[in-house]
């Protein structure tokens, strides 16, 4: 039995023989070629004997347990590993056996490397078996802090993750409070805008690392949970949509997508209109938009009206608890916005949570989202109910009608911008305006409404794919850009009105005073 010193050493050469062994050996520390299995079976093969690499609970990590006759004593297994003998060495039964200590990172995790072979171990075997017990042992701790920097990047990832689901359910306060640990002040503000950018799915973590770098670390930014190819951030500074710009610029097969200056409890919103730009952007010279390009139909209509009438349609939510109306209401807006299956990922819940959710808001309001006119109106109220503290209360004439839905359609302002919308389609032979009236009508089933018009499906897709570089607005993907054309259509009384009272017997639009 013999020690050792720790540390790895340079092999020693001697001879041309040494120098082979002795270079295939450092080869496999060269970035390509470091795996412990590997150099176990190359120990066994230049041996010309076998090789075993087990942890101290006698674990295999590398090459082939040795035959039972060469079995490794238990007690003496034991003292190597507890670093009492570094080394050992055994010969019977026409067999020879050295096994060498091996340190592994972390506490009273060493392990065993042994070698067996039918003839004695030489000065130049027994370098051999030693020169690579102290390559493992670099192998091991490289393989270690590689891990362990995965690990921290996966939790780091995960936070911001974790961080960017408490905005997008409104929960600044527990966002701030998260974030405050590893990147104080990130969210020392109360308003920031969303960016998306687009780029290849096995390109996305070389973008997030070049967004955190553009950034100087003052953004939040997340791989998005629902689309692959998608890196979010949001960030409270203004230089840094000129840094993502940049980047996209080196970068062909990248878009950028940006909101217009939100709350912090808005980040759900500002997140739905970065990727209504995004789609923009593809159509977009220098790839990039930012949503605040358009009028909205919202801006234009009577904010008092406005107020009246979302304050109206969702006071059904109004006798539930705090936390679970915020919480219906922010997963209702995302659920609009999104697929259920993308906004249970940006929520980090499942898609039956959303769904559960979205239906019990249904029961609530008495109305049926499968309505494409219903979501549209639903929408509208949801966005607007964010910002309802900003919009001034009641002019003071308590005795005037409620509000519909009719009323803020019927301002000038928002039949000007509903007939410059879709007198965009007015130009094209193929009657697009008709094909998306009746797709839309069909709740955006491109079957029911091929039926209705005596066309072929796919033709009722070309037509609506068609319109969206002329609108400027997504068609084919639930969200907002939708939703404002659908609005279109109401404001141009091309669409029946929706009712969204039905749980609110007092109001005009309900069924008992019509």
């Known amino acids: 039995m013999a020690g050792r010193e720790d540390g790895f050493r340079h092999p020693e050469v001697t001879g041309p023989q040494d120098a082979v062994w002795a270079q295939e050996l450092l080869d496999h520390l060269r970035p390509t070629g470091r795996d412990v299995r590997r150099v176990v079976a190359w120990l066994a093969d230049t041996v010309r004997g076998e090789a075993s690499l087990q942890d101290h609970t006698g674990a295999l990590l590398g090459g082939t347990r040795l035959p039972r006759e060469a079995d490794l004593d238990a007690d003496l297994v034991a003292d190597i590993v507890a670093g009492r003998i570094a080394s050992a060495a055994w010969e019977g039964e026409g067999r ?15 392990g065993v490397l042994a070698v067996a072979r039918t003839t004695p171990f030489d000065r130049r075997a027994s370098e051999i078996v030693t020169h690579t017990a102290q390559v493992v042992e670099v192998l091991l701790r490289a393989r270690e802090t590689a891990l362990a920097g995965r690990r921290l990047e996966r939790a780091t990832s995960d936070l911001r993750l974790a961080i960017l689901q408490l905005l997008m359910v409104e929960d600044t306060v527990s966002a701030r409070r998260v974030a405050a640990g590893l990147w104080p002040g990130l969210l020392d503000t109360d308003t920031a805008c969303v960016y998306v950018l687009e780029g290849d799915a096995a390109e996305r973590d070389r973008i997030a690392e070049e967004c955190l770098d553009a950034t100087r670390e003052q953004a939040l930014v997340v791989r998005c ?9 949001v960030t409270p500074g203004e230089a840094a949509g000129a840094a993502l710009r940049s980047l996209i ?8 997508g940006g909101s217009v200056r939100q709350s912090l409890a808005r980040t759900a919103t500002a997140y ?6 995004l789609a923009v952007a593809h159509f977009r010279p220098d790839k990039a938009a930012v949503y605040a390009e358009r009028t909205h139909p919202e801006r234009l209509m009577d904010p008092f009206a406005l107020r009246d009438w979302t304050a109206r349609v969702l006071r059904p939510l109004d006798t539930l608890p705090h936390h679970t109306r915020a919480e219906l209401l922010a997963t209702t807006r995302l659920g609009l916005e999104f697929t259920a299956v993308n906004a249970a990922k940006v929520l980090g819940v499942s898609r039956n949570t959303v769904r559960a959710r979205m239906e019990r808001v249904e029961g609530l309001l008495g109305t049926d989202f499968s309505d494409l006119t219903v979501r549209a109106a639903a929408h509208l109220a949801l966005n607007t109910q964010i910002g309802l503290a900003e919009i001034p209360a009641a002019r003071g004439d308590t005795q005037q009608a409620p509000t519909r839905l009719a009323d803020l359609l019927a301002g000038t302002a928002v039949r000007a911008w509903a007939h410059a919308l879709l007198g965009r389609l007015d130009s094209d032979a193929r009657d697009l305006r008709r094909t998306l009236r009746t797709w839309i009508a069909a709740g955006g ?4 409404a091929a039926q209705t018009l005596g066309m072929h499906a796919q033709t009722v897709r070309e037509h609506v794919r068609s319109a969206e570089p002329v609108l400027e607005h997504r068609l084919l993907a639930a ?9 279109a259509h109401l404001v141009l009384g091309d669409l029946e009105p929706p009712v969204l009272d039905r749980a609110n017997p007092g109001h005009p639009d309900s069924p008992v005073h019509r």
């Not at 020879?96 to 060493?110: D, K, N, T």
């Not at 610029?249 to 950028?256: A, I, N, Q, S």
């Not at 739905?272 to 730009?277: H, K, L």
């Open 445 to 448: 089933n491109s079957e029911r």
């Open 249 to 256: 610029e080196r970068h062909p097969g990248v878009f950028l």
């Open 96 to 110: 020879h056996l050295r096994i060498v200590r091996v340190e592994r990172p972390g506490p009273s995790s060493a």
């Open 272 to 277: 739905g209109q970065a990727v209504s730009a």
């Open 225 to 233: 949970p629902a689309v692959d190819g998608h890196v979010i951030v």
């Open 479 to 487: 969200g907002s850009d939708l939703y404002e054309v659908v609005l």
